[in-house]
């Protein structure tokens, strides 16, 4: 199994801009979670769904943030407009429920 | 507002010494207990679990111990090895979704 999927693996962009994280969940895996790494707040949940269904939304930091899952297979995280403030890993999970979740390598997003 | 609280931030431990590292959590529902280790670039891989109905869980080096009156468990690594330098998450939930992460613990083993 190739494990969870993300891209880009870093991205650097400018405030304002719109920035799309993508991931693929592991085959099978009815859970998908998006969090955030920083230094100064560890790892934070935003969002996870169940069945492609958002579950609880309640981490997103502001209205800035949207995800995303059409289908079983791939989730979008979006963030528009960015803000410094944004820089982080964004790591995306799944598992099967419930149980170890597998993480994919991160997204690092420098926001400038 | 941070419902799992670990310590320390940064360990340095010696070569065959024992890591320990510490949580504690407020939330009574929470009912799984996992340990995650993520290296440099890497997200973060599970590395034990254990679930309130027992008192201690030993994988190989690595044995979680759950003090559920004290809402405390722990980490440790014996025989600590420099490839066990990482950094390591405690967690909790209920049934196993949702995970609420510590902020981590730095672990260098000095050869």
């Known amino acids: 199994d190739a494990g969870v999927i993300q891209s880009p693996r870093h991205e650097v962009t400018e405030m304002g801009q719109e920035v799309t994280l993508r991931c693929k969940p592991i085959s099978g895996h009815d859970y998908l979670f998006w969090y955030r790494q920083t230094m100064m707040r560890g790892l934070e949940l935003l969002i996870y769904f169940n069945n492609n269904v958002p579950i609880d939304d309640s981490g997103m930091p502001e209205d800035r943030f949207s995800a995303k899952m059409p289908n079983a297979s791939f989730s979008t995280l979006k963030i528009q407009p960015s803000e410094p403030r944004d820089s982080a890993v964004y790591f995306c999970a799944s598992c099967r429920p419930p149980g170890e979740l597998f993480f994919g390598e991160g997204s690092r997003l420098t926001v400038l | 507002q941070q419902q799992v609280k670990q310590s320390p931030q940064s360990l340095i431990v010696q070569k065959g010494g024992i890591s320990i590292i510490n949580c504690a959590y407020e939330n009574t529902a929470f009912d799984y207990f996992p340990w995650y280790q993520q290296f440099p670039g890497k997200g973060p891989a599970l590395l034990i679990a254990?679930?309130?109905?027992?008192s201690e869980k030993k994988e190989g080096r690595f044995t979680i111990s759950f003090n559920k009156s004290a809402k405390q468990f722990s980490l440790h690594i014996m025989d600590s090895q420099p490839g066990d330098s990482a950094t390591y998450f405690c967690a909790a939930s209920i049934s196993g979704y949702a995970l609420n992460f510590g902020k981590g613990t730095s672990l260098l083993v000095t050869p």
């Open positions: 254990i679930r309130p109905d027992v």
